[in-house]
Each structure stands twice: as C-alpha cells, then as structure tokens.
C-alpha cells in the first residue's frame, strides 16, 4: 500500500509541472501565466535552473580594531593579590584580578600567567579563579591579547606568597 502512494505521489509530482505562458498587453508590458492566453507563447525553463546570488565577503572591522588597540599605551594593572602579599588557603586556591587602562570599548581577551607558564586559555575579562596551586612564592603576569592572539599589553610581575598549613 505504501509503495502505490509512494508511485502516485511521483506521478502527481510530474504531472504537476505547468507549462509556462509569456505574452504582451496592448500597453506594451509583459506578463507570465499557467494559462495559455491568446498570442501567447511557451517559454522553455531549463531543467538545472539556479538563481545564484554571490554575497560580498562580511568586512571585518578586527584589523581596524588591533590596529586602534595597538596605537593606544594600555597598561594591564592587577589588583588583587598585592605586591610580595601573603595568601592563606589550604587547598591552593585564590583568585587574580586584573584592569586594563584605558578602558576598552571592543573585546579582548586576557590571559594569566603563573612562573612563566600560562594558566587555562586566555579569557574575556580579568578574574582568574586558581585552584591547587603549591604553596611557596609564586610570580603573576597578566597579559591583555587582541582577538587574534596578539598581546597588546602586559601587567609588571607581581610576587606573592602562598601559605598552607603543614599537613601531618
């Protein structure tokens, strides 16, 4: 039963194709029908007929975008933990925050790194959140990156110490 719908609906489906009409009024305009009309005549359609639309390319405005980050001095400032400060946590775990000024309009992205080794991916905004970090001194940077990765801008190395309680 379903192969015959499946055969009936083919066949409709070509049946279905109107053959297409193009006539001119008497006020010289063209029109196109289904229907013949008189001094009507058959337009032929192609088989592989495509409308193809060729959009122009998006302009990126990231070029102009770092090349304006890049003009401007911006400095990376961390806030939090202070200078030579001494951070008490028993599981290695604080948080980095970071400023850049002047403020930015577009986005960037900032990235932390930890005795000269980077930490996660660089990141939209300056919060770092650290977890498990091994007590003893510790120096932070924070670097500020245009969207392509290049680092327009970095904070000056911040000592801090990190305590946790002997463990027995």
Do not use: C
Request: aromatic fraction near 6%; charge should be neutral; hydrophobic fraction near 35%.
């Amino acid at each position: 039963m379903r192969s015959l719908t499946l055969i009936g609906l083919v066949l409709f489906s070509m049946l279905a194709q109107a053959t297409v009409y193009k006539w001119v009024d008497k006020d010289g305009k063209v029109h196109y029908s289904d229907e013949p009309q008189p001094n009507a005549q058959v337009v032929e359609l192609k088989e592989k007929t495509l409308n193809q639309i060729a959009l122009p390319l998006p302009k990126t405005d990231s070029n102009n975008a770092n090349q304006a980050i890049e003009s401007i001095q911006y400095q990376v400032n961390i806030t939090s933990p202070a200078e030579e400060e001494t951070v008490r946590d028993n599981n290695g775990d604080f948080d980095v925050v970071a400023t850049i000024t002047p403020e930015l309009k577009s986005q960037y992205l900032m990235a932390l790194k930890l005795d000269g080794n980077p930490v996660g991916q660089p990141q939209i905004g300056g919060t770092f959140k650290l977890k498990n970090i091994d007590r003893g001194e510790h120096t932070l940077v924070v670097d500020a990156l245009t969207q392509n990765g290049k680092v327009f801008a970095s904070s000056s190395p911040r000592k801090i110490f990190l305590h946790q309680a002997a463990k027995r």
